[in-house]
């Protein structure tokens, strides 16, 4: 178990991970890449934006100054949003020891590289770090009231998957692993893209019949994709995969369920989005997605569904039209 832990990211992820860490008392560091908010989350113990209402521990550390927030990390955590990672570990490379193993819990896809996070983060800090991702159904208001939780701790590495199961395990948040890091990762972008279509049936009012269906073949068309990019197929059925995007498509704290909402009720993306404290990832990946798609040729109607209305300007009642006209086939 590591004892000295770095967190990289201020926001809801980085903010529930320093509490369970500092629960089990130990040496917890938060850095954040603005220090003006970083400090006033220090003052206020209480990370206001991301999660209001949680007192942050008296012993969690506030660390502005990039190599003094590294010094003498043995473990660190990369809690940025997947569009910012490169920016951030660009910046913090040089203080960064390649001996220190960095565990991810960004779920998403980069954009311009289409790239899952460990992916970048061996793009940027170059060969010599062990990865790992740690992914699951982590509604962070619920994990900072105690109710229970469980996650995956994912790697190539089965030995850090381990480290990092013993290190993030509590009572109240179980931790299995396996090394599937693809799987696991790709999951964790892919749900978001369909709980945004999840919102936009609660939005519509579609009704369970829909919510169902779409959670079925949702999974379906991640798991066609995870394949291909050679994940394994227990995964999918896994806490990273069917766990996830069952809390992703049903939790009213969501942020992509809730954004889909949003636009099944008649917003238009850019207010959809404004509307939304947090980083809505599913919106940025869903373009990362039918990328990947279209290089392994996987059918993804669902997604390309999502895209043509968020994106593309179709309305909801085209898209939905569309997928339920569909050549029959097999399930």
């Known amino acids: 178990m590591f004892e000295r832990i770095t967190i990289i990211g201020d926001g809801a992820m980085g903010s529930i991970c320093a509490m369970m860490l500092c629960e089990k008392s130990l040496r917890v560091t938060m850095w954040g890449y603005d220090a003006n908010q970083l400090g006033e989350i220090e003052s206020k113990r209480e990370n206001v934006k991301f999660l209001p209402g949680h007192k942050l521990p008296d012993n969690l550390l506030f660390e502005a100054d990039d190599s003094k927030a590294m010094k003498g990390a043995e473990l660190i955590v990369c809690a940025v949003p997947c569009q910012f990672v490169r920016r951030v570990f660009e910046r913090l490379k040089p203080h960064i020891p390649k001996s220190v193993p960095i ?13 899952r996070a460990t992916e970048i983060l061996k793009d940027v800090l170059g060969k010599g770090h ?25 790697s190539d590495d089965v030995e ?38 999840a919102g936009i049936i609660d939005g519509i009012d579609a009704g369970d019949n829909a919510k169902a269906a779409l959670v079925c073949r949702g999974l379906a068309e991640i798991e066609r994709l ?52 947090s980083v809505v990832e599913g919106a940025a990946t869903c373009e990362s997605v039918l990328e990947l798609a279209k290089r392994y040729k996987v059918e993804m109607p669902i997604t390309q569904a999502v895209h043509s209305v968020i994106a593309e300007g179709k309305t909801v009642k085209e898209a939905i039209q569309e997928l339920m006209s569909r050549d029959l086939k097999a399930e």
């Open 160 to 197: 850090l998957a381990q480290e990092v199961q013993k290190t993030f395990n509590c009572p109240y948040f179980r931790v299995y692993y396996n090394d599937d890091i693809v799987g696991v990762e790709l999951c964790g972008a892919t749900k978001n893209v369909i709980a945004i279509a």
């Open 103 to 115: 565990v991810s819990v960004t779920k998403g896809i980069e954009n311009k590289n289409i790239l």
């Open 130 to 154: 062990k990865l790992a991702a740690l992914s699951g159904p982590t509604i962070a208001d619920e994990i900072s009231e105690h109710k229970p939780a469980t996650a995956c701790a994912a």
């Open 226 to 277: 995870g394949l291909a990019l050679g994940a394994k197929e227990k995964t999918f059925s896994g806490l990273s995969g069917l766990g996830d995007l069952i809390t992703t498509c049903i939790s009213p704290h969501g942020r992509n369920r809730s954004f889909g909402e949003r636009i099944g009720k008649g917003l238009n993306t850019r207010a959809a989005l404004a509307a939304t404290e």
